[in-house]
């Protein structure tokens, strides 16, 4: 049933979502699969690769693989890097299963698996996911020239955040590269897509999951980085201090052109998100209140689209 993943071949995935096997072109011409050839790639990170495959009628998908499945495969000797990828089925596992949680709707989404090229022995495992258009958050702001772009753009992220906490799911890894943004012309507003739940865990998580020292990162609220903690327990806050991290950080790329007085209440709620204290972080329906009258026209409320995914 498996076959060897070749990278120079052709691979096909059903849109389907219900199975989780890949099939050579020959077979899947066979079967009169629609077939995703490999257009390009579009990010080659230190943990993964993302790619893009697209089928005759130029529909695409992004499939994304960890890199440690190849290296594993040539270095299957050295012992502490092949313990090191051990679990590699559990995590792509689990990341699949948290986006599949935070965009239930979203098809498709699915695990592969097969045997790799290089090492027939081993088994390697990938994400299937529809292909996201849009820029990162921080590609957005480089070229914003105004004020209320930005607040306009903090504020879906902070209302897409939240949908994705009701659903359960703390990201684990907000950051500007980790959403996709679109910008609407007409309006102004944008909708915003969370990617990478390689860090995300549930609400019912163990202190393991939410602290993993390997991939620690300063954007994490300090509790997560914390080598002695003993129990900790998954909450929203921990995704809300990230949240303001990445807003300072956001703030520090805008053209010097942009008039940031109208930012500061923002600039100085990030802040208060970045409290040690857990308890001091303002929840995000706090910041979407105070960008909707940020952005209100004196006398007029103002209130963004909500996205039903
Ligand atoms: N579904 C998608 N659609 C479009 N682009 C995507 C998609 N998934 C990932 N990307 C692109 O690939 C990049 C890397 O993806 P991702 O963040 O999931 O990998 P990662 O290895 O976990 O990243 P890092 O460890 O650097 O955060 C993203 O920043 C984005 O530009
Ligand atoms: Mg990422």
Request: hydrophobic residues 35%; charged residues 25%; contains cysteine.
């Amino acid at each position: 049933m498996y076959k060897p993943i070749n990278s120079t071949g052709y691979i096909s995935y059903q849109l389907s979502g219900r199975q989780d096997s890949y099939l050579t072109l020959k077979d899947a011409m066979a079967e009169g699969k629609s077939v995703f050839r490999p257009s390009e790639t579009i990010a080659i990170t230190g943990q993964n690769s993302v790619r893009l495959f697209k089928n005759s009628l130029d529909e695409i998908i992004a499939v994304k693989a960890p890199v440690n499945s190849i290296k594993r495969a040539l270095f299957r000797n050295n012992k502490k890097f092949f313990n090191e990828c051990d679990d590699e089925e559990k995590s792509v596992a689990n990341e699949l299963r948290l986006l599949k949680q935070a965009y239930p709707e979203e098809k498709p989404c699915y695990l592969i698996s097969g045997l790799c090229a290089v090492k027939p022995a081993e088994w390697t495992y990938r994400i299937v996911m529809p292909y996201i258009y849009g820029c990162t958050l921080d590609q957005c702001v480089t070229d914003m020239d105004t004020s209320s772009s930005f607040l306009m753009l903090i504020l879906a992220v902070a209302i897409e955040l939240d949908r994705i906490h009701e659903q359960d799911v703390i990201h684990g890894d907000v950051y500007f590269n980790n959403a996709l943004a679109k910008r609407n012309e007409t309006s102004g507003e944008y909708a915003v897509h969370f990617i990478d739940f390689g860090s995300a865990y549930s609400k019912d998580a163990t202190t393991a999951t939410i602290t993993d020292c390997k991939k620690s990162a300063i954007r994490w609220a300090p509790e997560r980085r914390s080598p002695d903690i003993d129990e900790l327990k998954p909450d929203i806050s921990q995704d809300v201090y990230s949240f303001g991290f990445m807003i300072s950080k956001l703030f520090e790329l805008l053209p010097e052109s942009v008039d940031t007085e109208p930012l500061i209440f923002l600039l100085l709620l990030a802040d208060i998100a970045q409290a040690t204290d857990p308890d001091k972080r303002p929840d995000l329906s706090k910041f979407i209140i105070q960008i909707e009258d940020g952005l209100s026209p004196a006398g007029e409320k103002y209130q963004a689209p909500r996205m039903k995914r």
